[in-house]
């Protein structure tokens, strides 16, 4: 070969070199840019307001992928077992959008709450992002006593505690129904009228027909559907009756 030769087969191999790096460098460059991009409504930061307290609260946040490339949504984790988030599909296309359905679950709760979740996704900028629940959890009314104490006594021999329904309300309540758990249990009266911020007591009477220690509990219904239903747990331990051990 010639050197002119030499020279020409030269040039061409640099420039065939030089467009296969420009060519792989343009590739990269756009799988670099084609990256999904999560946005999360409000900044992520939902504020409920003033929810009530015995209620499941649900909420929906909007999610959009922003980006150039498909997003996959991953694990929902929640800080507590009262916050449940869960999505309708697994990835969000490029320029779409979804939402997450969050349910909070505001039994126990009382005043300012925030609750945290996170959400797994295949953002690299992201790739865990919280998502949070704000509000002030208030209460129409409350239990005296939160939990009621029968004690012991023996099978056949009823036993009556007292307990108190105390509205923290404005507006007038309304006891509709009282459901006990066990059918030896009755409560008097089992519908009632509580005026604003007044009280109304109530007499449980357990007549136990077997003996053991057990649980169980009252729903208690009111008209107000801020916070409708209540419940009040109780124990109690039954003795065998004296005639029944002396029988044996």
């Not at 999360?40 to 930061?45: D, R």
């Not at 949070?132 to 006593?145: D, R």
């Not at 021999?157 to 509709?176: A, F, G, Q």
């Amino acid at each position: 070969m010639t050197r002119g030769a030499l020279l020409v087969a030269m040039r061409n191999f640099l420039s065939r070199f030089c467009i296969f790096i420009v060519s792989v460098l343009s590739v990269a460059a756009t799988a670099l840019h084609a990256q999904p991009e999560l946005h999360v409504g409000s900044g992520g930061q939902m504020q409920l307001g003033e929810i009530y307290a015995e209620n499941l609260v649900h909420t929906k946040v909007p999610l959009t992928n922003s980006g150039k490339d498909t997003l996959l949504l991953g694990e929902i984790e929640s800080t507590c077992g009262c916050t449940v988030g869960q999505t309708l599909r697994k990835f969000i296309p490029p320029g779409g959008s979804d939402t997450i359905d969050i349910t909070f679950n505001t039994h126990g709760y009382n005043g300012f709450v925030k609750k945290d979740l996170f959400l797994h996704s295949n953002d690299p900028v992201q790739p865990k992002a919280m998502i949070s629940l704000i509000a002030t959890v208030g209460t129409l009314y409350h239990i005296e006593p939160a939990l009621l104490k029968f004690g012991a006594t023996t099978v056949g021999v009823p036993i009556t505690r007292k307990m108190k329904v105390v509205s923290e309300s404005d507006d007038t309540l309304k006891i509709v129904s009282i459901r006990p758990s066990d059918p030896s249990i009755t409560v008097r009266p089992s519908k009632g009228i509580i005026r604003p911020h007044g009280a109304i007591e109530l007499a449980v009477t357990v007549r136990p027909k077997r003996t053991g220690s057990w649980l169980g509990n009252l729903i208690i219904e009111f008209n107000d559907a801020r916070e409708r239903f209540t419940g009040v747990s109780f124990g109690i331990t039954v003795r065998p009756s004296s005639k029944n051990v002396m029988g044996r």
